[in-house]
């Protein structure tokens, strides 16, 4: 499972979820940008970077999901630091976060790298460590998810889906969190289909879903909004293609294939290609 995209997508559209996993109001994260940084001549990426809109206030948080076993994590993490600084701003104040899964996961040889363990620039984040998310703390509760075995994954995700669509929440946020769920248990379990990971879910087919509904309802209004001057049966069907859009670029965020997309929303593959080299080129 490729967790770094995945815990890329979750901060990027509640980057909230970050700060309070490193001890932080949720409110900062409306004082910074989410960005995804790679150095081609070098081939250096880093798995995400929180760039403050006040660098001379706030600090950068350059983050890294560690899911698997290297004696180089820190080796490579001053590296990435390095090089953030050298192409940036030199005088940035940063602050390093790792996140691993279990302790365990983490390297044996820390002494040559004391000066980074034991500055106050470096968070060791290990998620089974942490406190069992509350009920009312959803976002929390689809990052232990991710980090959770196959099995314990998917029935807290059972237990989940009804939370979400019952919580007092916007419509976007209900959308985006039940989205997440969906494609954390893909990724636990890849040989199932979409279809089985919705019965599992107790989720019918997107199309009929309060999820889907809602993204289609909102771009209705919208066109409708648009189309008084022009006609209320073209603003219609321009809510109509708006609601499907919309719910086509949240499927392109958290990476589901194109395929499928297309048999969710009715739409072409060739829009959806589209769609999706427009994304990338923001």
């Avoid at 999901?65 to 030199?90: C, M, T, W």
């Amino acid at each position: 499972m490729k967790r770094d995209s995945l815990f890329f997508s979750y901060f990027r559209e509640l980057p909230g979820s970050f700060f309070h996993l490193v001890g932080r109001s949720e409110s900062d994260a409306e004082r910074y940008d989410l960005k995804a940084i790679e150095y081609k001549e070098s081939a250096v990426r880093l798995d995400g970077v929180f760039q403050p809109h006040h660098p001379d206030v706030d600090p950068a948080f350059i983050w890294e999901a560690q899911y698997y076993r290297s004696e180089k994590v820190y080796a490579n993490l001053i590296s990435k630091i390095g090089r953030f600084l050298e192409h940036g701003d030199p005088k940035q104040d940063w602050v390093a976060v790792v996140i691993y899964p279990t302790r365990s996961l983490e390297q044996e040889n820390l002494h040559p790298y004391r000066c980074l363990i034991d500055s106050d620039q470096l968070v060791r984040i290990y998620q089974d460590e942490l406190p069992p998310a509350l009920p009312h703390q959803i976002e929390l509760g689809v990052l232990e998810l991710i980090a959770a075995k196959p099995d314990v994954a998917l029935e807290k995700a059972k237990a989940m889906v009804p939370r979400v669509l019952a919580a007092k929440k916007p419509p976007q946020f209900r959308r985006t969190v039940i989205q997440f769920i969906e494609t954390v248990i893909l990724y636990q379990f890849p040989h199932w289909s979409r279809k089985e990971i919705e019965k599992m879910l107790q989720v019918t087919d997107m199309r009929q879903t309060r999820v889907y509904q809602e993204g289609v309802e909102e771009g209705i209004e919208k066109g409708i909004e648009k189309g008084i001057e022009k006609g209320i049966e073209k603003g219609i069907e321009k809510g109509r293609e708006e609601g499907r859009e919309e719910v086509a670029l949240n499927l392109l965020k958290i990476d589901r294939p194109i395929k499928e997309i297309a048999e969710v929303t009715g739409m072409t593959l060739a829009q959806i290609r589209k769609m999706k080299k427009k994304q990338s080129s923001h």
